[in-house]
């Protein structure tokens, strides 16, 4: 499947991290989605109600990124994966969480991870 919907740089206040300060505090996130699914129909019919609708995408990454809080980003990722798979017809999702200027010593932009998942299965990119 070649054709895919993508939001880039979805970013919030969550609380997630190892340390106490990152769950209290918390920390600024972002996250990139990526999802496969056929758009023919929609990009023949323009109509929203043929194609995954990247705004309700939006909104439950936000949802989730101010849930609960995770220690680690790849149970984040995964909470999210699981969502939006359940939610929307995609056939693979990829999903980018990167936490921005993370506490760590010197100057990092940020850390993260990637993970995708296709046919149920949840694998690290």
Request: aromatic share 6%.
């Amino acid at each position: 499947m070649a054709d895919r919907i993508f939001l880039e740089g979805i970013k919030f206040h969550g609380y997630h991290g190892l340390t106490r300060m990152e769950r209290e505090v918390g920390c600024r996130l972002a996250v990139d989605v990526s999802l496969e699914t056929d758009l023919e129909r929609s990009g023949r019919t323009d109509s929203v109600h043929h194609t995954i609708d990247y705004r309700k995408v939006h909104q439950r990454v936000i949802e989730i990124g101010r849930g609960p809080s995770h220690r680690l980003l790849e149970s984040f990722a995964v909470a999210l994966l699981d969502v939006l798979f359940d939610e929307f017809p995609a056939e693979r999702i990829r999903v980018t969480v990167r936490k921005e200027t993370p506490v760590l010593d010197g100057i990092v932009d940020s850390v993260g991870v990637e993970l995708c998942r296709e046919g149920g299965k949840v694998r690290s990119s």
